[in-house]
């Protein structure tokens, strides 16, 4: 009788031993609490690296806009002068036609009349150099100023086009600049995420270690997981 006894008070001292080694719940819990306060965080990161991203790509699109516009405002310019200078030859042309008429014109009276004196015909021939002389220096003067607007005009188109190239370059180096932070964030991004998986199986396997339990996955699954980080994904 006294042996039953102390076989039951034995059996009853090691349930109670072994109901006082599992965790309380509040553990769990807090474990749990800490895992989403990991990934709410994860989240928020990952929304602030999509608002960098949508900056980037505005960025861009404004340089695009603004190169487009130099070009539209470098094609217009480049039309105007033209049509000056077409405008300024026309007026050339037809002052020059006008006194090659104005000369045939004297010629042609000249030799129709018969009774001019020596004086009126010598005068007749200073008319005719002076006007040849004003002719000449008014189309040396037009030349010098056509010359001098072309000129200005390539200095311009050359100034332009450098601005331009210096857009274009600008906007590779952004293109590039903004692949590379794409890249970096797609790369970050999946390594954090990576990294909370591999911590939340480990956190499970615990768990379940704890209140034993088979876990949910091995440590070679675990490895498979992790990322390199010298090595983008």
Known sequence: SNSIDNNSKLSSSSSVSSLSKIPPLSTFYSSNEQLQNRVDSLLQENHVLKIELDMYKLRLKSTLSNIENLKKSTFIKHLESEQE???RSNILFKQINELNLDIQNEKQQQQNTSMITSDK??????QEDDVKKLLKQEQEELVVKLSSKIKYLEADMKQKQQQLDYLQHDKCNLENKLEQNEEKLVNKLIKQLN???IEKHLLQDK?????????TMSCSSCSSLIVDDSVPV
């Not at 768990?207 to 876990?215: A, D, F, H, M, V």
């Open 207 to 215: 768990l379940n270690e704890k209140y034993g339990e088979p876990t």
């Open 195 to 197: 990294k909370l998986e």
């Open 85 to 87: 200078e077409e405008y």
């Open 121 to 126: 015909g010598q005068n007749q021939q200073l």
